[in-house]
């Protein structure tokens, strides 16, 4: 059966890809206005996300409305990263653009010219978008964290298709050390999801006003290695065209001291909020951010782990 749904998803692909792109992110959004009829437990799960940020700020049917573009907008990314990861870079930069980037890597403030730079990024329009953007920065490789798919042959498939954009990518729960080993040898740009349910080892911290687990991954990488930290936002500028914006430097230091991981985090959450806010439908409202904290285990004693290599967002140790 594996094999089974390698092979057609490779046809469907191979389909995808032989059409035009702006063709492709219609099909996109043509198949997420039937997912939003069709997956009721994905539909409810959007409306009661968006109605606990925006409930007090629009009424039950601009929800509603909200929602249903949030999916036909999943659709249109989903398909359209399929299309786009067959694309080399000139004909990437026909359809994405990537703004501010000064931020992050000219300027005295941004540190040493040619160290590797950290983005906390997320589920903002077509991500898949992130890897191509080594073709802004010359001398520079994209490098970027994954779970791997249950499905071996899927998973092989997926890596197939985003390896070919030369993004390095790392399975976060295995590959830690191979990612701290690249950090170091060569010259990355490392995004770091971090908007989606850490686990019972994430932060507890505020979005949109509600407690919710927070990965650390990001904070912690740019601390452990001294590398500048920003936002990556993209959003959807129309149909089959994106824009990449870089936000401002997010501190890592404060009074020559290093600041907690709570607090760099925070300064993350704070952006994504406002990215958001920005276009409300751009973002991954299906997944259940807010989940409640468990309760807490009897303390164990303290392990050391030096060698560590998990990725993981259930708890990052980097």
């Known amino acids: 059966m594996d094999s ?18 702006t063709l492709v992110a219609r099909i996109g959004r043509a198949g997420g206005s039937l997912a939003y009829w069709c997956d009721a437990r994905h539909r409810r799960v959007a409306i009661q996300n968006l109605t606990a940020a925006f409930g007090t700020e629009k009424n039950a049917d601009e929800i509603r409305a909200l929602a249903a573009e949030n999916f036909r907008r999943l659709g ?25 980037v000064e931020k992050s890597f000219f300027g005295p403030e941004v540190g040493p010219a040619r160290s590797s730079r950290v983005f906390a990024i997320g589920h903002f329009g077509n991500f898949e978008l992130f890897a191509h953007g080594v073709h802004v920065v010359p001398g520079y490789r994209g490098a970027t964290t994954y779970r791997a798919l249950r ?16 993004c390095l990518f790392f399975e976060r729960r295995t590959e830690g050390a191979a990612l701290r080993e690249a950090a170091r040898a060569e010259h990355l740009m490392i995004g770091l999801l971090a908007d989606q349910h850490a686990g019972d080892r994430g932060l507890r911290l505020p979005f949109f006003g509600r ?53 760099i985090m925070l300064d993350v959450n704070r952006a994504f909020e406002v990215a958001v806010r920005r276009d409300p439908a751009n973002w991954f409202w299906v ?27 259930d708890g990052e140790r980097i």
């Not at 089974?4 to 792109?21: G, K």
């Open 4 to 21: 089974v749904l390698y092979y057609i998803a490779r046809v469907l692909v191979a389909l995808l890809q032989s059409l035009p792109l």
């Open 76 to 100: 249109e990314n989903y398909a359209s990263a399929v299309k786009t990861a067959a694309m080399n870079g000139p004909e990437i930069k026909q359809h994405m653009d990537v703004v501010d």
């Open 211 to 263: 407690d919710c687990a927070t990965s650390k991954a990001p904070a912690i990488f740019a601390l452990r290695f001294e590398l500048p930290l920003h936002t990556a936002i993209c959003y959807r500028v129309r149909l089959g065209h994106w824009r990449i914006e870089i936000g401002d430097r997010i501190p890592t230091h404060e009074n020559g001291q290093p600041r907690s991981v709570e607090a």
């Open 151 to 166: 499905s071996p042959a899927l998973n092989r498939l997926l890596l197939d298709l985003r390896r070919k954009s030369g």
């Open 287 to 313: 997944h259940r951010r807010w989940k409640p904290a468990k309760a807490s285990p009897p303390a164990k004693p303290a392990v050391t782990e030096p060698n560590s290599t998990s990725l993981d967002p």
